[in-house]
């Protein structure tokens, strides 16, 4: 089977920030300002792009918009400190050649996506982007940015209860370029939009971890599987006393790594094929 009939480990809190890094594009930018008496009362806070290239994060920020020293918080479970650095002009044009590349490849990979993958893409809401979509006016020479290096001094992952769990930047390695995680966002809204594709995530509940789910919806992807969030029973109950639900995540792991969009659409849709097809086996319809 594409995913292994056992509880799987769950990502590691560093793994977890990598993906929300790569799956992201844009960032509330927050500078503080230090006098010759060292004061940092004054505070300037914007949305910016931002891109990882190369394991090296790069903020594009509009010429008329000034910053300074940085703390780049990305909302909702990844805050990172850090100094903003200014390129050499002559590295601006190489560094800046590159993000059109890769935003101009991923681009292209959403246009000749497959049937499959086209269908889940477009299925999501009109305000949920790719993060070529969300990147594609930089590419408007009428428009204006100033690019800096980001030199990450510090970061935190804040689950999502609120903790905050910091990173050892020893261990941890910024995400690369990918045909994955760009298209994360769109990519889980256009699969919970899908009424049959909810139905197989509280299947997906049932085989692996034989929980009964009254719902279920995917809550984040990446290559090595996905995370889901199912509304379940809390304990066992007698049958004549109400039900009580609560939200619990569960952890799918695939065989193999998903190398992009297209692997991971086809391995969900074996899944879904797999699990309907045991189901159908053991309750008699097969």
């Known amino acids: 089977m594409a995913a292994a009939k056992v509880k799987s480990a769950a990502l590691s809190v560093t793994h977890k920030c990598r993906n929300i890094l790569a799956a992201g594009w844009e960032a509330h930018l927050n500078t503080i300002k230090a006098d010759a008496k ?77 049937h499959g993958v086209s269908a889940i893409l477009s299925s999501a809401g009109a305000t949920c982007r790719s993060r070529s979509e969300g990147l594609l006016s930089l ?43 760009p298209f994360s966002a769109k990519l889980i809204d256009g699969i919970n939009r899908s009424d049959s594709r909810r139905r197989a995530l509280i299947f997906f509940c049932f085989e692996y971890f034989n929980a009964l789910a009254r719902d279920a919806v995917m809550l984040s992807i990446d290559h090595h599987g996905f995370d889901v969030l199912a509304k379940v029973p809390e304990t066992d ?25 297209e692997d991971f659409c086809r391995t969900l849709v074996e899944l879904e094929e797999e699990v309907v097809k045991s189901m159908k086996s053991y309750s008699g319809l097969g």
């Open 38 to 114: 060292g004061s940092k009362g004054e505070i300037h806070t914007s949305r910016v792009h931002y891109m990882i290239q190369k394991g090296t994060p790069y903020l594009i920020v509009p010429e008329n918009d000034l910053h300074n020293i940085v703390k780049l918080p990305i909302p909702p479970r990844v805050a990172m400190t850090g100094d903003v650095l200014r390129l050499k002009d002559s590295k601006v044009p190489i560094v800046a050649d590159s993000l059109k590349k890769t935003i101009m490849k991923e681009h292209e990979a959403s246009s000749a996506a497959s």
């Open 139 to 181: 590419l408007n020479e009428e428009s204006s940015y100033s690019i800096f290096k980001f030199d990450i001094g510090s970061c935190v992952y804040i689950d999502s209860s609120g903790s905050s769990h910091n990173i050892e930047l020893d261990s941890f390695e910024p995400p690369k370029s990918d045909l994955l995680m």
């Open 237 to 261: 109950i007698l049958a004549n006393v109400p039900r009580k639900y609560h939200w619990k995540e569960f952890r799918f792991t695939f065989k193999e790594p998903a190398k992009n969009a």
